[in-house]
């Protein structure tokens, strides 16, 4: 079993950065690891994740702008966000999964494992 916990989110400036970190417990290298997030009165949606911990998959609002990484020494997901918009403003939730198979990777519901969430503001 993985316990996850986000940090780093916080307010910045529209055009700014900001890195996530996502702490983990548990058999951390063995699992898919991403990041989601929810807007608002929006559900949750995918944003990045490391397939396996190895290949990189990105949403299409954020590529380009985003980065995931992992160090499974430390047990830390990171999320490196640049070019910062309104449209980034949301809560920032780390997921994990042993099972997970490619296809399922973009939806939320397929994940076992959750952080309690970061929010990150961003101002214009």
């Known amino acids: 079993q993985v316990q996850l916990a986000e940090s780093g989110g916080g307010l910045v400036q529209a055009g700014g950065s900001l890195r996530l970190s996502c702490s983990a417990s548990g058999p951390f290298s063995r699992y898919t690891t991403a990041w989601f997030r929810q807007r608002p009165g929006n559900e949750r949606e995918f944003v990045a994740a490391?397939?396996?911990?190895?290949?990189?998959y990105y949403a299409d609002s954020v590529k380009g702008r985003v980065t995931i990484s992992r160090d499974n020494a430390k047990k830390t997901l990171y999320l490196q966000m640049n070019g910062l918009t309104s449209e980034d403003t949301a809560v920032y939730y780390c997921a994990a999964d042993q099972s997970i198979i490619l296809s399922s990777i973009w939806s939320s519901r397929n994940y076992d494992y959750w952080g309690q969430g970061t929010q990150v503001t961003v101002s214009s």
């Open positions: 490391l397939f396996r911990g190895a290949n990189p």
